[in-house]
């Protein structure tokens, strides 16, 4: 991290930034597409990518991600934007400076209403007319563009040398998204997280949950928030966060949601597990994917993704490993299939 700390400080000098002069203090490695630097004392922080999860070249990943942070700071739990650093040829993937969020990682069940009202508070803001949703994703028809997603994701399951019963769940539960494609109704679209999982929380002093890690937002469903803040590979991916959710868990979290997103949530209702199923087809595929693009050499280039396990702290890249093994095991694939249906039918008794 010397060397990263070394960089920004040039950036900050080199662009006569008012935060320049602050002792820059690097934070533990916690994720696979930034590293996080602290600037003393000033209560901001620098977010620093490793790559780009959206596959864009620095300037454009950058401003991708500014359009996140200024377009989700309105719903009251996302970090306020400072300024952004453009790339340089010391910081080539450039920075952004948000807020330093004080407080704890989330506690699982204990803070899951929290974090549903926080999504709440993004699936809530007013949906801007389609010309002016650029540059943040905002599909066609987001449903077969998730399936996309999906299949690009999928194509590395027998390089990553899943089960065989692992790639044939995959494959029924694909299939099963592909029928769902053909239908013709959707749920509301609204701005989305991508990426709510519990562990891209911080829990202030007064209980509120801020989502601190926007990077992949877009206009879609707010069923697969829910889901990626509530599956089974979300709750335990991270140890500050870990737990095991119960149904009538799950269940009080989408009710606390549709609490606060009023008619949002019943024109959303009968696409909750649909959707929970495609978030969990989409997250089990990327942990197929990561295996194997992880084994390779980092890129030399700042451009696009880059999972490679160099470029993150080795007890950071064996956790991820350890984690993505068991989501690809067969018990524990077995053990989030069997649970659709009788969510699906709790919650439609809610």
């Known amino acids: 991290m010397t060397s990263a700390l070394d960089a920004l400080h040039h950036a900050l000098l080199a662009a006569h930034h008012p935060l320049a002069h602050h002792t820059l203090q690097a934070m533990a490695d916690k994720g696979l597409a930034h590293d996080h630097v602290r600037l003393v004392g000033s209560g901001w922080l620098a977010r620093i990518p ?49 807020r330093e969020i004080l407080g704890r990682p989330a506690r699982l069940p204990r803070d899951l209403p929290a974090i549903a009202t926080a999504l709440a508070s993004l699936h809530t803001l007013a949906l801007p007319v389609p010309d002016e949703r650029a540059p943040l994703l ?9 399936l996309a997603e999906i299949t690009t994701q999928a194509a590395y399951l027998e390089r990553a040398q899943v089960k065989p019963m692992v790639a044939l769940v995959v494959g029924q539960q694909m299939e099963t998204l592909r029928w769902l494609c053909e239908q013709a109704p959707r749920p509301p679209r609204c701005l989305i997280a991508f990426d709510g999982h ?40 991270d140890l500050r966060s870990h737990a095991v959710l119960s149904q009538s868990e799950v269940v009080e979290a989408y009710r606390v949601w549709a609490e606060t997103a009023g008619p ?84 439609n008794a809610t």
């Open 50 to 98: 490793k790559q780009s999860q959206m596959g864009l070249d620095p300037a454009h990943n950058l401003a991708y991600q500014r359009a996140c942070f200024e377009r989700c700071v309105a719903g009251g739990h996302t970090p306020e934007l400072h300024s952004v650093l453009a790339p340089t040829e010391l910081l080539p993937r450039g920075a952004l400076l948000v």
């Open 138 to 146: 905002n599909a066609a028809d987001p449903l077969r563009d998730l």
């Open 198 to 237: 519990p562990g891209n929380f911080i829990v202030r002093a007064n209980g509120t949950a801020v989502l601190v890690d926007l990077e992949k937002c877009r206009y879609a469903y707010p069923g697969l928030d829910l889901a990626h803040a509530t599956l089974y590979t979300s709750t335990t991916w």
């Open 264 to 347: 949002l949530a019943a024109a959303s209702r009968a696409w909750q597990v649909p959707l929970r199923r495609a978030m969990w087809l989409w997250s089990i595929t990327w942990c197929a994917m990561w295996r194997v693009l992880s084994r390779q050499r980092a890129s030399v280039s700042a451009a696009g993704e880059d999972w490679s396990a160099e470029r993150s702290d080795d007890r950071l890249v064996a956790h991820v490993r350890g984690r993505v093994d068991h989501y690809l095991s067969e018990a524990v694939v077995e053990q989030v299939l069997v649970g659709f249906d009788p969510l699906e039918r709790a919650l």
